[in-house]
């Protein structure tokens, strides 16, 4: 309860705010926090990123095995995404299965991956039809203070860049880098009216849950999109989101050329 | 894909013989099952969908009751024998995530505060599916909502735009959304006859920022002829209802 009127305390002050054109945090509308990537966190993982926004923090690691491959494509590798929501990281977060938002949060990562043909699964084929790598890409929450969305991203896409293939463990040759071919970016805003915030804090979210998710590519195509959250969308307003989520992307890329 | 790709586009028309900008057949019909308060059946193409709304009713189990308005739940479902491959039954994450961008398209249209403390619930299930079944779904659950008298702001309609051999195109069948470039699902809130908001938007493929934005304009076209259908559909049901 006691939780339930800072809440209300909170989104009052966000709104009040808002309407001198200023966040709780004094940030730019288009500004994010301060973003941190660390890569090779697990030793025990093919690849692995922690990435901070703020105080937003999460971690990804990523395993490679051989498994079979979709009968559809028998010579090419296969992406598994999957997005965990430990109660360690929110106390809104409840231990059991997956529920939907952490199904859609892996399922919006693995989209801006997949879609953009990040990782070359042309090259992870190790005989057709019978034996592929399996890329495992687990995303491991552990402080929400809002904007998960883009920390898995971004830590999605640096584990894969320091990913090796394992090849020497399972006996199939050498190790070899994950090949990689290039670096989608997500850019989360949150829609309050008129206005859009990019990178919201979880203070900022007591207003609603109103994402816009853009994902783009190097050559800036869009490459995945999601609207979250029960509220109406302008047409201008999306314009808008798709304009500076291409330029936001762009800086954050270069934190990814950077690693 | 070892599978033989297709040519989508030949001689500037589309494998079924469809202009770029052009609709599937639709058919709709509202109030099509006796047990729920609202239902729709709906043909888009070769989909086959069905829909039923139940509510304003008791919300069970009880914690989940609202006291300042009505809980909305979707639940998007696909038969097992709907696709080639048969589908294992039950909620597969694709579902589950369908079921929660398509909820939270209805939610800010439903005016949920006139019923505090219950539930409205919206089930659809896929019959037959052949690509943009959540779009297909959104619409026959719009007409269901309507036919159950659940009181909205407006209607939700919806349709996908895709990018195939290079090209925009309009509510794209099987073929095209397996073998094309892109796929970007929208549902719009009608009002008054006219589009007022983006309710639903996903996307994934690649696309210029400048086809994205197309597509946009391509997409309100097509829903508002489908949306002038769904009008149809619950005229139709209301005309021939013999009032006692």
Redesign the interface.
Known sequence: MGEDILMDIKRDYVLSRLGDGERIDGRKFDEFRPIEIQTNVISKAEGSALVKIGDTQVVVGVKLQPGEPFPDAPDKGIIITNAELVPLASPTFEPGPPDENSVELARVVDRGIRESEAVDLSKLCIAEGEKVWLIFIDIHALDDDGNLRDASALAAIAAILTATVPAERFDIGNDFPLPVRDLPVSVTSLVIDDKALIDPSRDEISVGEYFMTITTDQEDNIVAMQKSGAYQLSEEKFYELIDVSVAKARELRQLLRDI | ???ERPQLIVDGKRLDGRDFDELRPIKIEAGVLRRADGSCYLEMGRNKIIAAVYGPREVHPRHLQDPSRAVIRYRYNMAPFSVEERKRPGPD??S??I???S??AF???IMKELFPRSGIDVFVEVLQADAGTRTACLNAASVALVDAGVAMKGIITAVAVAKVDGQLVLDPMKEEDNFGE?D?PFAF?IRNSRI??????????????DE??KG?QMAKRGAMQIYEMQRDAIMRKYHTEEVE
């Open positions: 894909m070892s599978e994450r694709r589950i995530e079921s929660k961008v909820r939270e939610e800010p249209i892109a970007v809130l007022e908001s983006i309710a639903l938007l996903q996307m994934d493929g690649r696309m210029t920022v994205v934005k946009l």
